[in-house]
């Protein structure tokens, strides 16, 4: 058995939300605190200790606790969860731009990351000169750069920018660069964060096919994603984290099996915090039976309503809301967007609170189980607020007892009952 590359022993990071602090914080807290809150702390120190009062303890939460796990050489493993698990802060952890709270972790090897846009590159610098900084902090030599170069920039499409600084790209032209980078300079271990978002469907399916060629060359990848037949495609073996610990840890089917059927529970409608950093931010979705009353379980032959509340914290242009409906192993059946029917939702829009709302037709689903997944920002160059398989909804046909000679025969995704013209010509 090859040996562990990566070695995971009971990490946890604590972060503190509201507390006042300077730099790092104290006793191995992560701090966030406004200027507003550090003004409103210096006014009230002096009368506090006058009282004998202690200071405020900050609120903490615990982004990881106590994770542990290996991976082996050449082994690539998948990692899923929902928004805030503590994917993206492991990735972090292990890329070293985080410290841990607590906890300990051990590579063997380069480590390449692929992280969120706007981790890893210089943007006063060019795309070339970027390309032979990230290939030195690798510790590769400039010949070894230069023998993928070209490999490098063709894959990214990017030939006509190479002398521009990437402060200039799109969002999508970064992340192509930086996967190409990440992928070609051949690091031992590749850590690819949900990325691949901000790109279109012919780039998508090139980065999973090169890692793919990645995991076949004996390297170890760590893939963080929400496309979870991706994942199942890619990875043997998968990690499922929830609330920062570890849920289940198996081979991918099962882990991704598992993972769905949590988030099946009947739930009509999901409300979400408001959050003023985003552009844009989901507030809350509901599902609409044809009474205008919240549901999970809808009749196949009747029509529904999904309802996306949300808001837009500044002003935007080009954005627009996308929905998809996907199966319980995360396949995208349909996706529809403000956008498609409406393209003034494309100009500019100014701050609000804002209500969309779509219909699926009656008999266009089968019988079965059904997710929604809500993405919001600029197609092909920016995601603002993505969340992955958030509400569940069940079809049902009470007609199918009825019609059981058509059911045995139609064992379908989609439930449509098209037109047909039936004439005997001989």
Known sequence: MSEAVIRVESLSKR?????????????????????????????????????????????????????????????????????????????????????????????????????????????????????????????????????????????????QFLETPVKHYSSGMYMRLAFAVAAHLEPEILLVDEVLAVGDAAFQKKCLGKMGQVAQQGRTVLFVSHNLPAVIRLCPRSIWLDRGKIELDSNSEQVTAAYTNAFSQAVDHVELPPSPESPMRLRGITILDRNNKPTTRIEASEPCRIQVNYDINRDVVGAHVICFIQTSEGVSLLGTGDADCLPDQLGRREPGTYLGEFEIPPSLLGEGQYFITVSMGVPFVQVYDRHEMILGFEIFDNQSSQRQWQHMHRQSILGLELPWIVSKIN
């Not at 503190?16 to 120190?45: M, N, P």
């Not at 405020?56 to 082996?72: C, G, Q, T, Y």
């Open 15 to 159: 972060y503190r939300i509201g507390g006042v602090s300077g730099g790092t914080g104290q006793a191995g807290y992560a701090s966030y605190g406004s200027l507003r809150e550090s003004l409103s702390e210096a006014a009230a120190a002096p009368l506090r200790r006058l009282r004998g009062e202690p200071r405020p303890r900050p609120n903490e939460i615990w982004a990881l606790k106590d994770v542990s796990f290996e991976v082996r050489q050449g082994e690539t493993l998948g990692i899923i969860g929902r928004n805030g698990a503590g994917k993206s802060t492991l990735l972090k952890i292990l890329s070293r731009i985080t410290r841990p709270t607590q906890g300990r972790v051990t590579l063997r090897g380069r480590v390449g990351s692929l992280l969120e846009v706007g981790t890893g590159f210089h943007p006063e610098l060019t795309g070339r000169e970027n390309i032979f900084l990230n290939g030195a902090i690798l510790g590769m030599r400039k010949a070894e750069i230069e023998r993928k170069f070209d490999e490098m920039v063709e894959f990214a499409e990017i030939e």
